[in-house]
Antibody
Framework: QVQLVESGGGVVQPGGSLRLSCAAS????????MHWVRQTPGKGLEWVAF????????FDADSVRGRFTISRDNYKNTLYLQMNRLRPEDTAVYYC?????????WGQGTMVTVSS | DTVMTQSPDSLAVSLGERATINCKSS????????????LAWFQQKPGQPPKLLIY???TRESGVPDRFSGSGSGTDFNLTISSLQTEDVAVYYC?????????FGQGTKVEI
């Protein structure tokens, strides 16, 4: 069955960096686009970024543009989110999301806390 | 951006009774070339990720009980739980996937 396992979350100071990873299995990773979505108690669910199956481009939300970079390694079946210049408002649970084309399947999430 | 608006924000329903949640999109999410509505419904329980219940506005995901049904087209959609069970207590979200830039409703908390 599909498994999406995120890692790399933690506590970081404002202005710091983190790299999230998502190990995918149970489907042909290189055939599908992938997303990162985050969830905060205050703002609910917020889409962060998308990368197509071949990694040829990315779309990202205005709130993270220029700070976050989504990437993927189709040989390692792994999705990444490089997060730089982190702000307190980036505090959230970050989910790796598999775009099946007919609906999205979510990982368990990893918590990122930006605080001094 | 396509804004998704759910109503109500919360809903208390007796066991065995019907629950209906509405979701409106600020623009049509019906793709004319395949006549599909790019609307999904998710269920989220505390400490868990959102779980896909319904896609194409009305197609149940494998393993989802048939008391869950979706309806609507264009900009107006509903999720109905025909006979509420205790395990259905959760927050429900609608989402448009018409574009890669996903947007979500604010969520509806369903309680008994």
């Amino acid at each position: 069955q599909v498994q999406l396992v995120e890692s790399g979350g933690g506590v970081v100071q404002p202005g710091g960096s983190l790299r999230l990873s998502c190990a995918a299995s149970g489907f042909i990773f290189s055939d599908y686009g992938m997303h990162w979505v985050r969830q905060t108690p205050g703002k609910g669910l917020e889409w962060v970024a998308f990368i197509p199956s071949d990694g040829s481009y990315q779309f990202d939300a205005d709130s993270v543009r220029g700070r976050f970079t989504i990437s993927r390694d189709n040989y390692k079946n792994t999705l990444y989110l490089q997060m730089n210049r982190l702000r307190p408002e980036d505090t959230a649970v970050y989910y790796c999301v598999y775009d099946t084309g007919r609906g999205d399947i979510w990982g368990q999430g990893t918590m990122v806390t930006v605080s001094s | 951006d396509t804004v998704m608006t759910q109503s109500p924000d919360s809903l208390a329903v007796s066991l065995g009774e019907r629950a209906t949640i509405n979701c409106k999109s600020s623009q049509s999410i019906l793709y004319s070339s395949n006549n599909k509505n790019y609307l999904a419904w998710f269920q989220q329980k505390p400490g868990q990720p959102p779980k896909l219940l319904i896609y194409w506005a009305s197609t149940r995901e494998s393993g989802v009980p048939d008391r869950f049904s979706g309806s609507g087209s264009g900009t107006d959609f509903n999720l109905t739980i025909s006979s509420l069970q205790t395990e259905d207590v959760a927050v429900y979200y609608c989402q448009q996937y018409y574009t890669a830039f996903r947007t979500f409703g604010q969520g509806t908390k369903v309680e008994i």
